[in-house]
């Protein structure tokens, strides 16, 4: 799940000096991408804030001719961004030299043949060296390295610091949960944002839930369509509870069944907010409505962050994991040169310059120890953290599938319940799985 970055976020124009990439091998002659022996690159993207776009450019002209990267945008839903993609590559489409794929996506697609696995030893290392870990398993496939991550992202806890003091309660303790959050939202006649609306926001929300409380959705996932449905049991009861009792308490906002993420960031910085789970970018966002002069100085000055809440006292929460990863089409007419081009927009520098004008987290640990990215982000080690002790979403080739399940049988949160709920989604999504039922 990416940020919405393209829903009017805009982060001041940034200028960096410095290398993008280690040198790039030649595979053609001319001067900054013009010559005609360059190979021609099409790069389909996540919508942003015009960031990526800036890197096919400088990465382009970083190959000294080799090969010049054009830019396609996808629609801003993930949902939509997977169709558009299975679309073309079940067609062998080699116009799709690369692409930036979400997350849980990537083994769909790999198992389906469409990502061009990178299998030399020094490349995956150079797509591997410092990534953090819980982006870098989303990467594999059948223990082949087929989507190096290109940044990665998580949700933390934001909340108002004087409601949090008038609640008398502490956001920043490791053992803060998400009962405790409910009850204090309450107290102060407040109102959390969450994204409840019938879409992959809403599963990234239940998937943080059941894997922090120790659970999984599905098992034994290298099963295939024989995976184990597993969301009723302990984990799932207690993410059940939470969702229900959230949507059924004083502290759900009127739009929580239609919420997402600029829903939830609305909420949080009205005179209803208290307590969000939501994206980094929000940070960033908050600022720009200063400036707009959509809210006071005073909304950011009152934001407080902390680790995403957890389901139980003593029991470590398993953030979300969002982000995207950038994969190499199986039909590309110029393998070699789209790996050089991947290597370059992946890199190090990259990562930082793309976390500092974007807002989206890097994927790689040592981007958050720059200068720059610790000036825009003050919570860089937070987000560092989150994101390597992330707890990603299932990964199978039938992700649609199971997020699908879990979204309709969940909706809307007022009529999820423990014992019920669980016990609903693994019977539905078992005879989905199975092909017994259609969605």
């Known amino acids: 799940m990416s940020a919405p970055t393209a829903l009017g976020v805009r982060r001041r124009a940034v200028v960096l000096v410095m290398a993008l990439a280690a040198p790039i091998a030649l595979f053609g002659c001319g001067d900054g991408g013009e010559s005609s022996g360059a190979a021609h690159l099409t790069w389909y993207i996540n919508p942003d804030n015009g960031s990526q776009a800036t890197l096919a ?57 469409y990502l061009l696995p990178i299998t030399n030893a020094d490349d995956v290392a150079e797509f591997t060296d410092g990534v953090l870990d819980a982006p870098l398993e989303t990467a594999y496939w059948d223990d082949k390295l087929v989507a190096p991550p290109f940044w990665a992202n998580t949700q933390l806890l934001w909340y108002r610091k004087s409601v949090a003091q008038a609640a008398g309660v502490d956001p920043t303790a490791p053992d803060f949960t998400w009962d405790e959050m409910i009850t204090a939202a309450e107290d ?3 109102r959390i944002g969450v994204q409840g ?53 004083s502290a759900a906002p009127a739009d929580l069944a239609t919420a997402g993420e600029e829903e939830a960031r609305s909420t949080f910085q009205s005179d209803q907010g208290s307590f969000m789970v939501n ?39 398993a953030p979300p994991l969002g982000g995207i990863n950038l994969a190499i089409g199986n039909f590309t007419n110029h393998p070699d040169e789209a790996l050089a081009a991947a290597k370059c927009i992946t ?93």
Request: glycine share 8%.
């Open 57 to 113: 450019k400088q990465c382009s002209e970083q190959s000294q001719g080799a090969f010049t990267i054009e830019t396609q945008v996808l629609p801003n839903e993930a949902d939509a961004q997977r169709e558009q993609l299975v679309r073309r590559l079940a067609a062998q489409d080699d116009s799709i030299d690369l692409m930036s794929l979400d997350p849980p996506f990537v083994a769909e697609f790999a198992n389906a043949g």
């Open 188 to 190: 102060q006649g407040k």
């Open 197 to 249: 609306r019938r879409y992959e926001g809403y599963m990234v929300w239940i998937n943080a839930l059941v894997v922090s409380g120790g659970g999984q959705i599905v098992e034994n996932v290298d099963q295939g369509a024989n995976a184990t449905p597993s969301m009723a049991g302990p984990a799932g009861d207690a993410a059940a509870d939470i969702v229900g009792n959230l949507a059924r308490s």
């Open 279 to 317: 994206w980094p970018y929000v940070y960033s966002a908050a600022q720009e409505s200063v400036t707009s002069g959509a809210i006071d100085q005073s909304v950011v000055d009152d934001i407080g962050w902390a680790r995403y809440p957890a389901v139980a006292s003593g029991q470590p929460s």
């Open 347 to 439: 890199s190090l520098p990259s990562n930082v310059q793309y976390m500092v004008e974007s807002g989206n987290p890097a994927a790689r640990s040592a981007a958050y120890d720059d200068p720059e990215v610790r000036q825009a982000f003050p919570m860089a080690d937070l987000i560092r953290d989150s994101i390597d002790s992330a707890g990603p979403r299932p990964i199978t080739p039938y992700y649609g599938d199971v997020s699908t399940s879990v979204q309709r049988t969940w909706h809307p949160e007022s009529s999820v319940r423990a014992p019920g709920t669980p016990e609903k989604t693994d019977t539905y999504m078992g005879e989905v799985l199975s092909g017994d039922r259609l969605l």
